[in-house]
């Protein structure tokens, strides 16, 4: 296979650049595959343009894990477009304020409601999501915030749980690399030792609490949330009283309550159903999904026939609508999956490993494998596959070294972690887009921001950790996560949290 060489980073980096001067993913990846299939056909445009469509795009397309996930997110478009036509969800979403008082408590729970969802990264935002979405409206905070916390609990909990299928790959990974070293140590129990040493999903997964305890945004996510409430406030303001007055009749809540029970008691029964069987693998979880929602979109409309008199032909409209929502969503899914061939096709994880080939301090090395995964799994859109070529790197040098072959894998995991949280191509960060329902490269921009000091930080706790092997070095992670939110909170964001509806509602009395 040809050697790019430093060309193999140039369509990855350019993707990312111009996913953020433009503001349009699709522009970007297209321009990425297309720079991409240039140099790996010797920039021959019309060789170029065939490798583009025949060997990536369509290659893509044709696998059959990436059409299931397609027809899931299709499916669940659906869904909540009737949840939407129901009126259910606007009932729901008045009497979660009189349960949930403040914005804080809204996004606290969301969070709780991602760490209950750890068996499945993907299913965590598209299950949590929707839910949510109503909520926050009401509490008037930005989609961009609900994207956070989706993305933020999905694959940080995940990579901390054993017995689910990110443990079983990451200990097949692990296996391979020890038996490269002759080391003999089981996986499993090397796996549960490391998990202390996942800085960087510890930290992200209590930076969300910690920002919501601060009641201020920065950077992005500040002027994002303050658009947000002009943009409310206006429409609050151009809305007659006649429109206010009618949105005071709420539709029954059990139209939304009932297909949400159907779609999480099937998704949890065939969830523990599989795994006391043969497992929970990819495809079950997809399946699972489709069951769910499937049986959700029928009970509600269902629901919507009783209470709204509307047919079933009608609703089965309205499914359809919702799943042509998410037809942009799902090219930008075909074209991150793109690029991410592309990238493999050009060996760009390799390339980028290679600099660590000189002679390291093993104290150091695995702050560097950190940040060498996160640039590694940034470029490519993928953790799993910055696992597979990082470890079958990092294990074998770090033995060489006599760095901690514990501090090394969890540097390695963390890496891909960070990298795959903040990438705009990543499937993860598109899929918490789809779950919020927000703009996607707003998503990757705010979240960015946040994203970037949480792995500051965990740079700061591999440095500490290599002279000082100690799980405490988590406890002084967390104490400078704190701290480093504060101040930025402090001298770089603002208040832009907007008061609880009954504050808001008596402040107009006055």
């Known amino acids: 296979m040809q050697d790019y060489g430093f060309l193999s980073i140039v369509p990855p980096l350019l993707t990312v650049v111009l996913a953020i001067y433009t503001k349009n993913v699709v522009v970007a990846l297209t321009l990425g595959i297309l720079c991409g299939s240039l140099i790996i056909t010797d920039f021959h445009p019309f060789n170029a343009l065939f490798n583009a469509i025949e060997d990536q795009v369509l290659a893509e397309v044709s696998r059959g894990t990436q059409a299931q996930v397609i027809l899931v997110i299709m499916i669940i478009g659906g869904f909540v477009k009737l949840l939407e036509v129901s009126g259910g969800a606007r009932t729901f979403a008045a009497r979660m304020t009189r349960v949930v008082s403040t914005p804080a408590k809204a996004q606290i729970l969301a969070w709780l409601a991602g760490l209950g969802i750890f068996f499945t990264d993907s299913g965590n935002s598209l299950i949590i999501g929707p839910l949510f979405r109503s909520v926050f409206d009401e509490f008037k905070l930005c989609r961009e915030k609900l ?99 009618a949105e005071e009749k709420q539709d029954p809540l059990g139209i939304f309550l009932y297909p949400l029970g159907v779609m999480l008691v099937l998704v949890i029964g065939l969830f523990v159903w599989h795994a006391l069987h043969d497992g929970v693998t990819s495809t079950h979880i997809r399946s699972t999904l489709v069951i769910g929602y499937v049986a959700a979109s029928l009970t509600c409309a269902e629901m ?71 640039v590694i799994s940034l470029s490519t859109g993928s953790s799993y596959g910055t696992f597979a070529i990082l470890m079958a790197i990092a294990v074998p040098v770090g033995h060489e070294l006599g760095a901690s072959m514990y501090l090394t894998i969890a540097a390695v995991l963390s890496g891909g972690l960070m990298g795959d949280h903040a990438s705009p191509i990543s499937d993860t960060t598109v899929l918490a887009s789809v779950g919020a329902d927000c703009v996607h490269i707003n998503h990757v921009t705010t979240q960015g921001a946040y994203a970037l000091l949480t792995g500051l930080v965990t740079v700061l706790a591999y440095f500490l950790a290599g002279i000082y092997e100690t799980p405490l070095v988590l406890g002084i992670a967390v104490v400078v996560l704190f701290v480093a939110f504060n101040l930025a909170m402090r001298y770089f964001g603002a208040a832009v949290e907007p008061p609880p509806p009954a504050v808001r509602a008596s402040a107009g009395t006055d």
Not at 155 to 180: D, H, K, R, T
Not at 210 to 238: C, F, H, K, S, W
Request: charged letters at 15%; zero cysteines.
């Open 147 to 245: 994207a956070y916390i989706l993305d933020t609990t999905s694959s940080p909990i995940s990579i901390l749980i054993p017995f689910i299928g990110w443990g079983a790959y990451i200990m097949g990974l692990i296996e391979n690399a020890y038996q490269e070293v002759g080391l003999t140590e089981n996986a499993f129990s090397v796996l549960v030792k490391v998990i202390p040493y996942q800085f960087y999903a510890f930290l992200a997964l209590l930076s969300v609490p910690i920002v919501v305890m601060t009641r201020r945004d920065y950077g992005p996510m500040r002027r994002v949330q303050a658009q947000y409430l002009e943009y409310r406030n206006l429409t609050a303001l151009a809305k007659p009283e006649s429109a206010q007055g």
């Open 304 to 374: 919507m026939r009783r209470h709204k008199a509307v047919t079933y032909g009608q609703s089965l409209g309205f499914f359809i609508e919702g799943a042509e929502k998410l037809v942009y969503i799902s090219i930008v899914l075909v074209l991150a999956w793109t690029l991410s061939s592309v990238t493999k096709d050009m060996r760009t994880a390799d390339y980028v490993a290679s600099i660590i080939t000189g002679t390291v301090s093993p104290a150091f090395f695995p702050m560097l494998v950190f940040v060498l995964g996160a």
